[in-house]
């Protein structure tokens, strides 16, 4: 294998260099155990990039995403950020990152493991075996539609604008990195909009069909309100194999999807790019869970999600499927042990922190490697 892979790891705030360094401890025994080695940067971003240079997202660390293959990324935000004008928060490193790199479509699956199906806060009949993946358009609609802001009108009164705005091209693109997905799984994609109330929603709901017609006609497309797919999605999650929705939706249904599977602590995602010229393709991948600023620094944070972001990586960025399979057996694997940190606790189980955690998913990693 080639040394060359460049990785540019971005841990942030408060988990995020937690979970972050248990992924050190994979790589470091990829480095050893498989000789796989990464040509490894480490950037900032959020409120840890503002503390030392007054930005949510420095210039260097765009151009250093840039040079890198792939982007792996923790957390951003805290209260320590949280009374900062609005155009110097924390967020805006995810958001910039997503914006300048054309990361466009955010690939969220909502997946219960076996030896989590139990967990005493899900309804087990209802999502043993649930696996959806979530694309949702990032870098577009009303997170970065314009007109945007407050000012006031004729009256003097304060008045806030967001623009949902989506070009056709927009909407085909991430189309078609749903249906290529839904090829791989189960055949299914369920487009979400509100085409009854919006003129984007009808421009959606539209160019998804003629996508599908033109070159996708064998993978079943199912067009729902967005308001519906809330709902389906608690009552009758199952039904779901791949769903598309803007920015907005996504970001909505995501969270949902992510709470029947509770736990957010387990969960990856990835955000791809288009194609360049000469092959590569921008992606960054990030735990779902965010920077749990009320448990930083006490250790027991789970490292799972980070883990498998990680995991994610190999497979879309440099298609190392067995490396990638390897990794999230090893985690099943600690799971059906027993262990469990705080978020993921179950009656019988037996409660550890972050480096606990990371240290036995090192041991199966070892025993399958055997
Ligand atoms: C997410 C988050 C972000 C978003 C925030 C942190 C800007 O909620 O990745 O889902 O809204 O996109
Ligand atoms: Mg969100």
């Known amino acids: ?15 995020g260099p937690e979970v972050m360094g248990e992924v050190r401890r994979v790589m470091d025994w990829m480095a050893v155990r498989r000789a796989i080695s990464f040509d490894l940067t480490e950037g900032l971003v959020g409120g840890a990039a503002i503390d030392s240079t007054g930005s ?79 694309v949702r358009e990032s870098t577009g609609g009303i997170y970065f539609g314009e007109p945007r802001g407050i000012s006031p009108n004729a009256q003097g009164r304060r008045v806030g604008v967001d623009t949902e705005v989506y070009s056709e091209d927009e909407i085909a693109r991430v189309a078609r990195v749903a249906f290529d997905l839904a090829r791989k799984r189960r055949n299914k994609v369920t487009s979400v909009d509100k085409a009854n109330v919006m003129q984007s929603g009808r421009l959606w709901r539209t160019v ?12 079943e497309l199912e067009n729902m309100y967005a308001d519906n797919c809330a709902m389906q999605l608690a009552s009758r999650p199952r039904q779901f194999d791949v769903i598309l929705g803007s920015n907005l939706f ?3 249904l995501s969270d949902l999807a ?32 965010g920077s749990a600023p009320d448990i930083a620094g006490r250790g027991i944070a789970n490292p ?30 600690v799971l059906a042990s027993g262990l469990r940190t705080a978020d993921i606790m179950q009656p019988g189980r037996a409660r550890v922190g972050t480096a606990v955690m990371g240290e036995a998913v090192l041991r199966e990693l070892e025993k399958l490697a055997a």
């Open 1 to 15: 294998m080639p040394a060359n892979k460049k990785l540019l790891v971005l841990p942030g705030d408060g988990i």
């Open 56 to 134: 949510p997202c420095p210039d260097a660390t765009v151009a250093a995403a840039r040079r890198a293959d792939a982007v792996l990324f923790g957390s951003v935000g805290g209260p320590k950020w949280d009374k900062l004008p609005f155009d110097q928060r924390p967020e805006l490193g995810i958001l910039r990152l997503r914006k300048d790199l054309g990361l466009f479509a955010n690939l969220r699956p909502a997946i219960v493991l076996e030896p989590l199906a139990e967990a005493p806060a899900l309804r087990a009949e209802l999502v043993r075996g649930l696996d959806i993946m979530i």
């Open 208 to 219: 998804v069909g003629e996508v599908h017609a033109a070159d996708y006609a064998d993978v």
């Open 250 to 252: 996504g970001d909505l």
């Open 258 to 289: 992510a709470a029947l599977t509770g736990s957010l602590g387990m969960l990856p995602s990835a955000t791809l790019g288009g194609l360049q010229p000469g092959g590569k393709r921008h992606a960054l991948y990030e735990p779902i869970h």
């Open 304 to 333: 799972c999600a980070q883990i498998l972001s990680f995991a994610m990586l190999l497979r879309h960025s440099f298609g190392m499927e067995e490396d990638a399979k390897l990794i999230e057996t090893a985690i099943e694997r």
